[in-house]
């Protein structure tokens, strides 16, 4: 079986701020650092680093060279990263002295995605294969339909969630993976337990994991539940813990491990992640996930 993440490639510009900017406001970055991230990479890194053979697909922009190289480097197959003329995606991201982040999304080459690529992509996957998704492509509606047709087994973090999203079919999802944010845009519930039985209602097909801050995340697939509590540590950057977790759960998934070990690989690897500044920079390898303890 093949693992392709249709993503996003994006070039992050990190300001480390006293606190995050508010509404009229100016704030002095006491610095800036240009890093390689998007969602898409960002958990093409942590599959691959949890162990994963993945292959990336995507678009970039002529200075975009660099997110080719970051996935090469990491051993993630590039040969379906295309760079084409203009920018790449970018983010700007403001980090404060608590870890947390404020995020500007630009959606650059990552929005120039065309049904052409997306067949010449897909093509090249068989049934019973994986792809991953996010919300940060265009035409992700098509992806799905494509990949459904072709008998790929779809796994969707449905972030940035937006209108865009109302487009897709959604039945058509094997596994979602969200926040308990996205949770309520998608249902309208606060609760985990509503946001998890609406989803569930909706698509009864689908096995679901809710992240939930500081109250850990929890497995739900229709029969079973699993919680997982948090591995409490110093955080000093939370941008890269989502896409960490997505990626070290689905490589346990991957891997064929119980739900709850995977949960519990997850916790470990995002709380890893938290730890260390950037996006990419931050997210551990395999080995350091298994020897984590406190």
């Known amino acids: 079986m093949k693992v392709l ?5 994006n070039i992050d510009y990190v300001y480390p701020v006293d606190h995050i900017v508010h509404k009229g406001e100016t704030e002095l970055a006491v ?52 760079m084409i003329e203009g920018r790449s995606g970018h983010t700007i991201i403001q980090v404060d002295k608590e870890g947390d982040n404020s995020i500007l999304l630009f959606g650059g080459a990552n929005r120039r995605i ?4 997306i067949d010449e992509v897909i093509n090249g996957f068989d049934s019973g294969d994986m792809i991953i998704l996010q919300n940060e492509i265009n035409l992700l509606d098509v992806i799905i339909d494509k990949a459904f047709a072709r008998g790929l087994r779809i796994v969707l973090n449905p972030s940035p969630y937006d209108n865009a999203l109302e487009k897709c079919d959604l039945s058509k999802v ?65 941008t890269a813990a989502g ?11 991957l891997k064929g491990m119980k739900a709850a070990e995977g949960l519990e690989l997850a916790a470990k690897a995002s709380a890893i992640a938290v730890t260390k500044p950037g996006a990419l920079d931050s997210i551990p390898k395999l080995e350091e996930v298994m020897s984590f303890c406190l």
């Open 5 to 9: 993440n249709f993503g996003s490639l």
């Open 31 to 82: 610095g800036v650092k240009e890093n390689c991230g998007g969602k898409g990479l960002n958990q093409s890194i942590a599959l691959a680093r949890a162990g994963i053979s993945v292959w990336h697909a995507g678009m970039v922009g002529q200075e975009g060279q660099l997110l080719i190289d970051k996935c090469a480097e990491n051993g993630v197959h590039t040969e379906y990263i295309r």
């Open 114 to 117: 065309t049904e052409a690529f």
């Open 174 to 238: 094997s596994y979602f993976l969200l926040n308990e944010i996205e949770g309520e845009q998608m249902t309208g519930e606060k609760e985990a337990e509503k946001i998890l039985k609406v989803i569930h209602d909706r698509y009864p097909q689908a096995k679901l994991v809710l992240t939930l801050g500081c109250d850990g995340s929890i497995y739900h697939d229709g029969e079973t539940i699993y919680h997982q509590g948090i591995f409490k540590v110093k955080a000093v950057d939370t």
């Open 243 to 253: 896409d960490t977790f997505t990626g070290f759960f689905m490589a346990s998934v």
